[in-house]
Nanobody, 125 residues
């Protein structure tokens, strides 16, 4: 079955960096677009970044553009989220997700059919 397992979260000081990973299994990884979302306490889950199934197109939320970079490693069937210049407002549980089809927006949770369990990122001021 489809599985997505995130790792790499933790506690970091403001201005620091973290690299999240999402190990995928149970499906043809190279045939699907993928995305990262995050959810802070009391807030809705929001889009962070995503890339097309070809890996040629990437998309980012305005709040992370220029600081976060999403990438995929097809050989290791892994998605990464490199987060630099972290801010306290980046504190959230981060989730990776598989986009259900090639059509549709990257920005809505409804466009994704499988989710990981999440990894906590805490940025201290």
């Amino acid at each position: 079955q489809v599985q997505l397992v995130e790792s790499g979260g933790g506690l970091v000081q403001a201005g620091g960096s973290l690299r999240l990973s999402c190990a995928a299994s149970g499906f043809t990884f190279g045939s699907y677009a993928m995305g990262w979302f995050r959810q802070a306490p009391g807030k809705e889950r929001e889009f962070v970044g995503g890339f097309s199934w070809t890996g040629l197109s990437t998309y980012y939320a305005d709040s992370v553009k220029g600081r976060f970079t999403i990438s995929r490693d097809n050989a290791k069937i892994t998605v990464h989220l490199q987060m630099n210049s972290l801010k306290p407002e980046d504190t959230a549980v981060y989730y990776c997700a598989r986009k259900r089809s090639a059509v549709g927006t990257y920005y809505n949770t409804g466009s994704y059919d499988y989710w990981g369990q999440g990894t906590q990122v805490t940025v201290a001021s």
